[in-house]
Structures are given as structure tokens and as C-alpha cells.
């Protein structure tokens, strides 16, 4: 399902491309927003742990056209993905661990056409790591392993983004974008228990597909 959803989010995109009407830029505007969709797929965590892929739309905005060349770049790129683990032998929803990074990094952008820019960059930085337990891991932990009570809580991490995107303006008002990054964050998760501690590093990682359109209102 995640590739056929895959597919037609590209075909989408390119079809914008290849059918857009002849059209100035969006060279002038200085701020435009809309929204974006967003598939991201996760490896396993671990050899036990298990990190679920999550698709969904939010905000997308511009500032600026850019200019070709070198330069600096940020993102938050905040996220959540569901963590399966085996508690008392047996495959557990244990929560949901949420990942959000503040990061800058450099990049360069080139403009292939007047309407087309294409950038690269890799951006690092700290993300703050936090985790709820579901009610099923907790009555999974009292049932199974005997403890009356549990809590659990994430590190904090370094991260790391790769990725490429692109900008196409359709028109003065109307732009459209695609990226593709790979967020790499390796926060640690303790499981504290009347039973006793666990502490489990997770490999949070996401290869992230963003595509969405954006309007110019300033």
C-alpha cells in the first residue's frame, strides 16, 4: 500500500511539472504557505524493537525564492513513530516515541531553469526524545512480569539529515515541492518497573518522502 501511495504522490508531482501552463516565477514573493503529504518508512528498531511507518499531511511554507549557490539551511522535521517490543515473551504495543529535532545545516542549490531550483544538503542537530506507554504495555508489563508499577521515558539525541528537494513554480502565486531525506536518531528508551530497569537503544530512523503545493501571500 505504502508504494502504490508512493507512486501516485510522484506521478502527481510530475504531472504539475509537464502540465503547468507557461507562467512567471515566484522570484518576487518573499513568504508562501499550503500544505504537504508526508510517507515515511522506518527500518526495524532492532533486533527486537520495532519502529511503524506513518503517513499524514501537515504544513508546508516558503521564505524567499532562493538563489543558486551555497548556503546555510534548518529544519525541525518533527516526528512520531509507534515502538513495538516483547514484553514477557510476547510482541507488545509499548508506545509512542516522539522525535523532535532542531537542526541547521549547508547545502547547494542549483537553478535548472527560471522555474525549477534543486537542492542538496545535510543538516544535523539535537532533538528532544519523549515517550508515552500504551495502556497495553502497561497491563502487558503487570500481568506478565508481576510489576505494579511502570513509567518509561526516551533520551535526548544527536540526528542527522541527508536530503535532496526540489521547487517548481507553476506560476507568480503558485509553487509545488518534493523531498527526499533520511533522518537518522538513535534515542535511548528506559523502561522503569517494580520488575526491575530496561534500557534499550532505538534505531529511530525514516526515510521521508514530502510532496505539497504552496500559495505566495506576500
Known amino acids: 500500500m505504502n508504494y502504490v ?27 508562501a504557505i499550503g500544505a504537504e503529504y508526508k510517507i515515511r ?11 511503524h511507518a506513518k ?20 529544519g525541525l522535521n518533527w516526528y ?10 510476547q510482541a507488545t504495543e ?15 542549490t542549483y537553478s535548472v531553469t527560471r522555474r525549477l531550483n534543486v537542492t542538496a544538503d545535510a543538516l544535523g542537530g539535537y532533538a528532544l526524545g519523549s515517550i508515552g506507554l500504551s495502556s497495553t504495555a ?36 503558485i509553487g509545488v515541492n518534493l523531498n527526499f531525506g533520511y533522518m537518522m536518531a538513535r534515542p535511548d528508551i528506559i523502561v522503569n518497573s517494580t520488575a526491575g530497569t530496561e ?3 532505538v534505531r529511530a530512523d525514516q526515510f521521508i518522502i514530502k510532496g505539497g503545493i504552496v500559495y505566495s501571500i506576500r
Open 94 to 108: 509499548l508506545g509512542e516515541l516522539k522525535i523532535r529535532p532542531f537542526m541547521a545545516g549547508y547545502g547547494y
Open 138 to 173: 502497561i497491563e502487558a508489563y503487570r500481568s506478565r512480569q508481576g510489576a505494579q508499577a511502570v513509567n518509561a521515558k526516551s533520551t535526548n539525541t544527536i540526528v542527522l539529515k541527508p536530503e535532496i528537494g526540489t521547487w517548481y513554480d507553476l506560476n507568480r502565486k
Open 41 to 51: 518508512a522506518t527500518d526495524r528498531a532492532s533486533q527486537e524493537d520495532y519502529a
Open 5 to 31: 501511495r508512493i507512486s501516485l504522490l510522484s506521478s502527481f508531482a510530475i504531472c504539475l511539472t509537464l502540465y503547468s501552463q507557461p507562467a512567471s516565477a515566484q522570484i518576487k514573493n518573499r513568504f
Open 80 to 89: 512520531a513513530v509507534q515502538i513495538d517490543r516483547p514484553i514477557g515473551g
Open 199 to 201: 534500557r534499550r537503544k
Open 55 to 74: 503517513l499524514g499531511p501537515g504544513l508546508l511554507w516558503r521564505f524567499g525564492h532562493g538563489h543558486e549557490g551555497w548556503g546555510f539551511h534548518w
